[in-house]
Protein backbone atom coordinates (compact mmCIF):
# COMPACT_ATOMS: atom_id res chain seq x y z
CA UNK A 1 0.00 0.00 0.00
CA UNK A 2 1.78 3.38 -0.96
CA UNK A 3 0.15 5.37 2.21
CA UNK A 4 1.91 8.45 3.71
CA UNK A 5 2.95 7.52 7.19
CA UNK A 6 2.42 9.33 9.99
CA UNK A 7 5.70 9.20 12.50
CA UNK A 8 5.23 5.79 13.52
CA UNK A 9 6.47 6.39 16.75
CA UNK A 10 4.25 9.04 17.91
CA UNK A 11 0.95 6.56 16.96
CA UNK A 12 3.12 3.21 18.68
CA UNK A 13 0.61 3.17 21.89
CA UNK A 14 -2.35 3.13 19.31
CA UNK A 15 -2.09 0.13 18.59
CA UNK A 16 -4.73 -2.33 19.67
CA UNK A 17 -6.66 0.89 21.14
CA UNK A 18 -10.20 0.82 19.96
CA UNK A 19 -9.33 3.29 16.98
CA UNK A 20 -12.66 4.32 15.70
CA UNK A 21 -15.91 2.95 16.82
CA UNK A 22 -19.62 4.51 16.65
CA UNK A 23 -22.99 2.63 17.82
CA UNK A 24 -25.80 4.30 16.96
CA UNK A 25 -29.39 3.75 15.71
CA UNK A 26 -27.48 3.20 12.18
CA UNK A 27 -25.68 0.12 13.35
CA UNK A 28 -21.97 -0.10 14.36
CA UNK A 29 -19.15 0.69 12.93
CA UNK A 30 -15.53 -0.17 14.39
CA UNK A 31 -11.85 -0.37 13.11
CA UNK A 32 -10.57 -3.59 12.66
CA UNK A 33 -6.82 -5.22 12.92
CA UNK A 34 -4.77 -2.19 12.94
CA UNK A 35 -5.07 1.17 11.66
CA UNK A 36 -2.99 3.05 9.62
CA UNK A 37 -2.44 7.01 10.63
CA UNK A 38 -3.13 9.19 7.18
CA UNK A 39 -1.04 11.48 6.58
CA UNK A 40 -2.74 14.47 9.00
CA UNK A 41 -3.76 17.89 7.28
CA UNK A 42 -6.60 20.55 7.02
CA UNK A 43 -9.95 20.32 5.83
CA UNK A 44 -8.11 21.46 2.05
CA UNK A 45 -5.87 19.05 1.19
CA UNK A 46 -8.86 16.33 3.12
CA UNK A 47 -10.57 15.08 0.02
CA UNK A 48 -6.69 14.67 -1.58
CA UNK A 49 -5.37 12.35 0.92
CA UNK A 50 -8.83 10.39 1.33
CA UNK A 51 -8.04 9.25 -2.26
CA UNK A 52 -4.66 8.65 -2.00
CA UNK A 53 -5.33 6.62 0.89
CA UNK A 54 -7.84 4.65 -1.10
CA UNK A 55 -6.12 4.26 -4.00
CA UNK A 56 -4.53 0.36 -3.13
CA UNK A 57 -6.75 -0.46 -0.55
CA UNK A 58 -9.36 -2.99 -0.80
CA UNK A 59 -13.28 -2.45 -1.74
CA UNK A 60 -14.20 -2.73 1.96
CA UNK A 61 -11.44 -0.30 3.48
CA UNK A 62 -12.65 2.15 6.02
CA UNK A 63 -11.34 6.06 6.59
CA UNK A 64 -12.36 7.27 10.05
CA UNK A 65 -11.34 9.05 12.84
CA UNK A 66 -12.01 12.98 13.78
CA UNK A 67 -12.10 16.60 12.23
CA UNK A 68 -11.31 19.39 14.24
CA UNK A 69 -13.32 22.32 15.20
CA UNK A 70 -11.22 24.83 13.51
CA UNK A 71 -11.01 23.87 10.13
CA UNK A 72 -7.23 25.51 9.45
CA UNK A 73 -6.25 22.65 12.45
CA UNK A 74 -5.17 19.10 11.72
CA UNK A 75 -7.47 16.14 11.38
CA UNK A 76 -6.93 12.49 13.28
CA UNK A 77 -7.84 9.52 10.73
CA UNK A 78 -7.31 6.31 10.39
CA UNK A 79 -7.29 3.94 7.30
CA UNK A 80 -9.13 0.49 8.10
CA UNK A 81 -8.53 -2.28 5.78
CA UNK A 82 -11.98 -4.28 7.22
CA UNK A 83 -14.57 -3.19 9.50
CA UNK A 84 -16.31 -5.12 12.59
CA UNK A 85 -19.75 -4.49 12.56
CA UNK A 86 -20.53 -6.65 15.67
CA UNK A 87 -22.21 -5.49 18.67
CA UNK A 88 -18.84 -5.28 21.48
CA UNK A 89 -18.63 -6.95 25.07
CA UNK A 90 -21.01 -4.78 27.20
CA UNK A 91 -19.13 -3.63 30.65
CA UNK A 92 -22.11 -2.03 31.64
CA UNK A 93 -21.78 -2.24 35.53
CA UNK A 94 -18.13 -1.75 35.53
CA UNK A 95 -18.26 1.87 37.98
CA UNK A 96 -15.91 4.32 35.57
CA UNK A 97 -14.91 6.58 38.00
CA UNK A 98 -13.84 7.93 41.19
CA UNK A 99 -13.28 11.72 41.17
CA UNK A 100 -10.47 13.37 43.29
CA UNK A 101 -11.09 16.64 41.78
CA UNK A 102 -13.60 18.60 39.30
CA UNK A 103 -13.18 22.08 38.36
CA UNK A 104 -15.19 23.91 35.16
CA UNK A 105 -13.02 26.24 33.09
CA UNK A 106 -14.85 29.19 33.03
CA UNK A 107 -17.15 29.26 35.86
CA UNK A 108 -20.91 29.16 35.61
CA UNK A 109 -20.32 33.37 36.04
CA UNK A 110 -17.60 33.65 33.28
CA UNK A 111 -19.52 32.18 31.19
CA UNK A 112 -22.60 34.43 31.81
CA UNK A 113 -20.22 37.47 31.52
CA UNK A 114 -18.90 35.86 27.86
CA UNK A 115 -22.23 35.53 26.51
CA UNK A 116 -22.89 39.28 27.91
CA UNK A 117 -19.77 40.01 25.50
CA UNK A 118 -21.05 38.09 22.43
CA UNK A 119 -25.06 39.99 22.79
CA UNK A 120 -23.23 43.06 23.25
CA UNK A 121 -21.10 42.93 20.13
CA UNK A 122 -24.31 41.67 18.42
CA UNK A 123 -26.26 45.18 19.26
CA UNK A 124 -23.15 47.09 18.35
CA UNK A 125 -23.19 44.76 14.85
CA UNK A 126 -26.88 46.07 14.12
CA UNK A 127 -27.35 46.96 10.65
CA UNK A 128 -23.88 46.26 9.51
CA UNK A 129 -23.89 43.91 6.59
CA UNK A 130 -22.07 41.33 7.84
CA UNK A 131 -23.42 41.79 11.42
CA UNK A 132 -22.95 38.52 14.27
CA UNK A 133 -26.27 37.30 14.18
CA UNK A 134 -25.09 33.97 16.23
CA UNK A 135 -22.39 32.29 18.06
CA UNK A 136 -22.06 29.02 20.01
CA UNK A 137 -19.98 29.48 23.12
CA UNK A 138 -18.25 26.35 24.79
CA UNK A 139 -17.25 25.84 28.56
CA UNK A 140 -15.16 23.35 29.78
CA UNK A 141 -15.37 20.86 32.84
CA UNK A 142 -12.36 19.36 34.12
CA UNK A 143 -12.27 15.94 36.30
CA UNK A 144 -9.42 14.48 37.55
CA UNK A 145 -10.12 10.26 38.35
CA UNK A 146 -8.28 8.15 41.05
CA UNK A 147 -7.65 5.58 38.44
CA UNK A 148 -7.68 5.34 35.04
CA UNK A 149 -10.96 5.54 32.97
CA UNK A 150 -12.34 3.08 30.76
CA UNK A 151 -12.88 3.44 27.63
CA UNK A 152 -14.99 0.32 27.14
CA UNK A 153 -16.94 0.48 30.17
CA UNK A 154 -17.53 4.63 29.27
CA UNK A 155 -18.07 3.73 25.78
CA UNK A 156 -20.78 1.24 27.17
CA UNK A 157 -22.30 3.49 29.29
CA UNK A 158 -22.99 5.69 27.17
CA UNK A 159 -24.44 3.92 24.44
CA UNK A 160 -27.63 2.83 26.20
CA UNK A 161 -29.32 6.16 25.19
CA UNK A 162 -31.10 5.54 21.87
CA UNK A 163 -31.13 9.03 21.14
CA UNK A 164 -27.69 9.19 20.48
CA UNK A 165 -24.81 7.60 18.27
CA UNK A 166 -21.57 6.29 20.98
CA UNK A 167 -18.48 6.57 19.64
CA UNK A 168 -14.93 6.93 20.68
CA UNK A 169 -11.97 7.83 18.49
CA UNK A 170 -8.07 7.67 19.32
CA UNK A 171 -6.81 11.46 18.95
CA UNK A 172 -2.81 12.21 18.40
CA UNK A 173 -0.70 11.17 21.35
CA UNK A 174 1.07 14.29 22.92
CA UNK A 175 1.89 13.49 26.55
CA UNK A 176 2.78 10.34 27.86
CA UNK A 177 -0.37 8.52 27.76
CA UNK A 178 -3.00 8.06 25.03
CA UNK A 179 -5.61 10.30 24.21
CA UNK A 180 -9.25 9.64 23.30
CA UNK A 181 -12.76 11.49 22.51
CA UNK A 182 -15.32 9.71 23.82
CA UNK A 183 -18.90 10.93 23.46
CA UNK A 184 -22.43 10.56 22.86
CA UNK A 185 -23.58 12.54 20.06
CA UNK A 186 -27.13 13.27 19.09
CA UNK A 187 -26.40 15.28 15.82
CA UNK A 188 -25.90 13.62 12.21
CA UNK A 189 -23.58 16.38 10.54
CA UNK A 190 -24.24 14.03 7.52
CA UNK A 191 -24.88 10.31 6.43
CA UNK A 192 -24.31 8.77 2.65
CA UNK A 193 -25.41 6.22 1.32
CA UNK A 194 -25.39 5.75 -2.75
CA UNK A 195 -27.35 8.99 -4.14
CA UNK A 196 -28.86 9.49 -0.53
CA UNK A 197 -27.87 11.85 2.05
CA UNK A 198 -29.57 12.82 4.97
CA UNK A 199 -28.54 15.74 7.51
CA UNK A 200 -30.42 16.10 10.98
CA UNK A 201 -29.15 19.52 12.61
CA UNK A 202 -30.22 20.46 16.36
CA UNK A 203 -30.05 23.64 17.82
CA UNK A 204 -32.81 24.75 20.73
CA UNK A 205 -32.81 22.76 23.79
CA UNK A 206 -34.29 22.51 27.10
CA UNK A 207 -33.13 20.30 30.00
CA UNK A 208 -34.94 17.13 30.73
CA UNK A 209 -36.47 16.65 33.70
CA UNK A 210 -37.63 13.26 35.49
CA UNK A 211 -40.87 14.71 36.69
CA UNK A 212 -42.96 14.39 34.03
CA UNK A 213 -45.15 17.01 34.11
CA UNK A 214 -42.26 19.46 34.13
CA UNK A 215 -40.62 17.69 31.65
CA UNK A 216 -43.32 17.81 29.20
CA UNK A 217 -43.29 21.50 29.86
CA UNK A 218 -39.94 22.30 29.17
CA UNK A 219 -40.96 20.34 26.03
CA UNK A 220 -43.61 22.56 25.08
CA UNK A 221 -42.20 25.97 26.25
CA UNK A 222 -39.08 24.59 23.64
CA UNK A 223 -41.23 24.30 20.96
CA UNK A 224 -42.92 27.66 21.19
CA UNK A 225 -39.44 29.58 22.06
CA UNK A 226 -39.01 32.16 19.64
CA UNK A 227 -35.49 32.53 20.47
CA UNK A 228 -34.90 28.50 20.30
CA UNK A 229 -36.74 28.76 16.43
CA UNK A 230 -34.49 31.67 15.15
CA UNK A 231 -31.00 30.05 16.39
CA UNK A 232 -32.70 26.78 15.16
CA UNK A 233 -33.56 28.07 11.59
CA UNK A 234 -30.05 29.35 10.76
CA UNK A 235 -28.82 26.25 10.91
CA UNK A 236 -30.89 24.90 8.78
CA UNK A 237 -30.64 27.78 6.21
CA UNK A 238 -26.80 27.39 6.06
CA UNK A 239 -27.19 23.38 5.74
CA UNK A 240 -29.16 23.98 2.78
CA UNK A 241 -27.24 26.58 1.30
CA UNK A 242 -23.81 24.61 1.42
CA UNK A 243 -25.54 21.31 0.37
CA UNK A 244 -27.57 22.96 -2.69
CA UNK A 245 -24.71 22.74 -5.51
CA UNK A 246 -23.96 19.43 -4.71
CA UNK A 247 -27.69 18.19 -4.98
CA UNK A 248 -30.10 17.13 -7.47
CA UNK A 249 -32.56 16.82 -4.47
CA UNK A 250 -33.05 19.01 -1.31
CA UNK A 251 -35.44 18.88 0.91
CA UNK A 252 -36.99 18.93 5.29
CA UNK A 253 -40.32 16.86 4.35
CA UNK A 254 -40.98 17.08 8.42
CA UNK A 255 -40.27 20.33 9.24
CA UNK A 256 -38.61 21.20 12.80
CA UNK A 257 -39.56 18.81 15.42
CA UNK A 258 -39.08 18.00 18.75
CA UNK A 259 -36.38 15.60 19.58
CA UNK A 260 -34.55 14.14 22.89
CA UNK A 261 -32.06 11.93 24.76
CA UNK A 262 -32.03 11.10 27.55
CA UNK A 263 -31.32 14.27 28.96
CA UNK A 264 -31.96 16.77 26.80
CA UNK A 265 -34.95 18.76 24.62
CA UNK A 266 -33.54 19.77 21.19
CA UNK A 267 -35.18 21.09 18.45
CA UNK A 268 -34.11 19.25 14.82
CA UNK A 269 -34.76 19.16 11.43
CA UNK A 270 -34.68 15.87 9.32
CA UNK A 271 -32.81 17.31 5.52
CA UNK A 272 -32.99 14.58 2.65
CA UNK A 273 -31.34 14.86 -0.64
CA UNK A 274 -29.86 13.30 -3.56
CA UNK A 275 -26.53 14.37 -4.69
CA UNK A 276 -25.49 14.76 -8.54
CA UNK A 277 -22.31 12.21 -8.14
CA UNK A 278 -22.56 9.39 -6.01
CA UNK A 279 -19.04 9.22 -5.53
CA UNK A 280 -18.66 11.97 -3.58
CA UNK A 281 -17.15 10.81 -0.46
CA UNK A 282 -19.39 11.39 2.63
CA UNK A 283 -16.44 13.37 4.40
CA UNK A 284 -15.80 15.64 1.68
CA UNK A 285 -19.75 16.44 2.05
CA UNK A 286 -19.29 16.78 5.88
CA UNK A 287 -16.38 18.84 5.63
CA UNK A 288 -17.59 21.63 3.60
CA UNK A 289 -20.91 21.82 5.78
CA UNK A 290 -18.20 21.78 9.36
CA UNK A 291 -18.68 23.87 11.52
CA UNK A 292 -22.08 24.57 11.02
CA UNK A 293 -23.97 27.57 13.02
CA UNK A 294 -24.59 24.68 15.64
CA UNK A 295 -21.65 24.65 16.92
CA UNK A 296 -19.53 27.82 15.29
CA UNK A 297 -22.08 30.68 14.52
CA UNK A 298 -23.21 32.78 11.49
CA UNK A 299 -21.25 34.48 9.91
CA UNK A 300 -18.81 31.20 10.18
CA UNK A 301 -15.45 33.45 9.79
CA UNK A 302 -16.32 36.32 12.71
CA UNK A 303 -18.14 33.46 14.93
CA UNK A 304 -14.66 31.79 14.74
CA UNK A 305 -12.99 34.59 15.29
CA UNK A 306 -14.40 35.93 18.32
CA UNK A 307 -14.43 32.40 19.39
CA UNK A 308 -10.98 32.23 19.89
CA UNK A 309 -11.40 35.46 21.62
CA UNK A 310 -14.21 34.23 24.27
CA UNK A 311 -13.06 31.08 25.04
CA UNK A 312 -10.27 30.81 27.54
CA UNK A 313 -9.68 26.86 26.62
CA UNK A 314 -8.76 25.57 23.25
CA UNK A 315 -11.54 23.39 21.63
CA UNK A 316 -9.35 20.97 19.73
CA UNK A 317 -11.43 18.19 18.51
CA UNK A 318 -14.85 18.46 20.14
CA UNK A 319 -17.26 20.27 17.99
CA UNK A 320 -15.66 19.47 15.48
CA UNK A 321 -16.88 15.57 13.23
CA UNK A 322 -16.33 12.25 13.92
CA UNK A 323 -17.30 9.45 11.78
CA UNK A 324 -15.94 7.38 8.57
CA UNK A 325 -15.96 6.92 5.10
CA UNK A 326 -15.96 3.79 2.99
CA UNK A 327 -14.64 3.65 -0.21
CA UNK A 328 -17.19 4.17 -2.21
CA UNK A 329 -18.32 7.40 -0.47
CA UNK A 330 -20.81 6.14 1.84
CA UNK A 331 -20.31 6.42 5.29
CA UNK A 332 -21.74 9.07 8.64
CA UNK A 333 -20.18 11.97 10.31
CA UNK A 334 -21.57 13.28 13.52
CA UNK A 335 -21.35 16.17 15.17
CA UNK A 336 -18.67 15.76 18.13
CA UNK A 337 -20.69 17.45 20.86
CA UNK A 338 -21.56 15.55 24.17
CA UNK A 339 -18.02 14.37 24.60
CA UNK A 340 -14.97 14.46 25.97
CA UNK A 341 -11.15 14.24 25.91
CA UNK A 342 -10.16 11.29 27.91
CA UNK A 343 -6.20 10.40 28.89
CA UNK A 344 -6.00 8.27 31.45
CA UNK A 345 -6.79 9.44 34.82
CA UNK A 346 -8.06 12.66 33.21
CA UNK A 347 -11.05 13.82 31.39
CA UNK A 348 -12.01 16.99 29.77
CA UNK A 349 -15.75 17.47 29.17
CA UNK A 350 -17.08 20.30 26.61
CA UNK A 351 -20.63 22.09 26.47
CA UNK A 352 -21.84 24.76 24.60
CA UNK A 353 -24.57 26.86 23.94
CA UNK A 354 -26.27 29.12 20.67
CA UNK A 355 -26.54 32.63 21.53
CA UNK A 356 -28.67 34.71 19.96
CA UNK A 357 -29.96 38.43 20.64
CA UNK A 358 -32.56 37.64 22.91
CA UNK A 359 -30.31 35.00 24.71
CA UNK A 360 -30.58 35.12 28.69
CA UNK A 361 -26.81 35.00 29.59
CA UNK A 362 -27.67 33.40 32.78
CA UNK A 363 -30.20 30.54 30.91
CA UNK A 364 -27.21 29.89 28.76
CA UNK A 365 -24.62 28.92 31.26
CA UNK A 366 -27.31 26.70 32.84
CA UNK A 367 -27.94 25.01 29.62
CA UNK A 368 -23.91 24.19 28.94
CA UNK A 369 -24.46 22.29 32.61
CA UNK A 370 -27.12 20.70 31.28
CA UNK A 371 -25.51 19.42 28.50
CA UNK A 372 -22.73 18.32 30.45
CA UNK A 373 -24.89 15.75 32.25
CA UNK A 374 -24.91 12.40 30.13
CA UNK A 375 -21.00 12.50 30.19
CA UNK A 376 -21.23 13.10 34.10
CA UNK A 377 -23.78 10.16 34.37
CA UNK A 378 -21.81 7.61 32.38
CA UNK A 379 -18.56 8.28 34.43
CA UNK A 380 -20.28 7.43 37.67
CA UNK A 381 -20.77 11.65 38.94
CA UNK A 382 -23.64 13.28 39.99
CA UNK A 383 -25.18 14.76 36.48
CA UNK A 384 -26.20 18.06 38.13
CA UNK A 385 -22.31 18.84 39.22
CA UNK A 386 -22.05 21.76 36.44
CA UNK A 387 -25.07 23.70 37.57
CA UNK A 388 -23.36 24.53 40.87
CA UNK A 389 -20.60 24.96 42.81
CA UNK A 390 -18.46 25.08 40.61
CA UNK A 391 -17.55 29.03 40.32
C1 LIG B 1 -22.74 22.95 21.21
C2 LIG B 1 -23.49 21.94 21.70
O1 LIG B 1 -24.72 21.63 21.21
C3 LIG B 1 -25.24 22.29 20.08
C4 LIG B 1 -26.00 23.48 20.46
C5 LIG B 1 -27.35 23.41 20.70
C6 LIG B 1 -28.08 24.62 21.21
O2 LIG B 1 -27.47 25.69 21.33
O3 LIG B 1 -29.28 24.54 21.53
C7 LIG B 1 -28.06 22.22 20.48
C8 LIG B 1 -27.46 21.15 19.92
C9 LIG B 1 -26.10 21.27 19.36
O4 LIG B 1 -26.17 21.64 18.03
C10 LIG B 1 -23.01 21.07 22.79
O5 LIG B 1 -23.74 20.15 23.18
O6 LIG B 1 -21.88 21.27 23.26
Request: proline letters at 6%; glycine letters at 8%; charged letters at 20%.
Given at each position: ?????????????????????????????????????????????????????????????????????????????????????????????????????IWA??GI?????????????????????????????????????????????????????????????????????????????????????????????????????????????????????????????????????????????????????????????????????????????????????????????????????????????????????????????????????????????????????????????????????????????????????A??GLN
Amino acid sequence: MNIPLHDAQQYASATDRGHFRFCGPTGHVAAAGAPIPLQQGTAQTLEQRLSDAFADSDDDALIGGAMPFHRSDRDCLWLSRSCNRGMWNTERDQACAVAERIWAEPGIADYAAAVSDALQIMEQDTGRADALRKIVLARVLKVRTRHPISLDALLSRLAIDPGTTAFRVALPDDGPHPRALVGATPELLLEKQGKHILSYPLAGSARRSPDMVKDCNACSDLAQSDKDRREHAIVVEYILDTLAPYCEQLSCPDGTRLTCTRSMWHLGTRIIGHVKDRDVPSAVLAASLHPTPAVCGLPCQRADDLIRQLEPTSRGFYAGAVGWTAKNGDGAWHVAIRCAEISDCDATLFAGAGIVPGSDPKAEAQETGSKFAALLHALGLPADTALTGLN
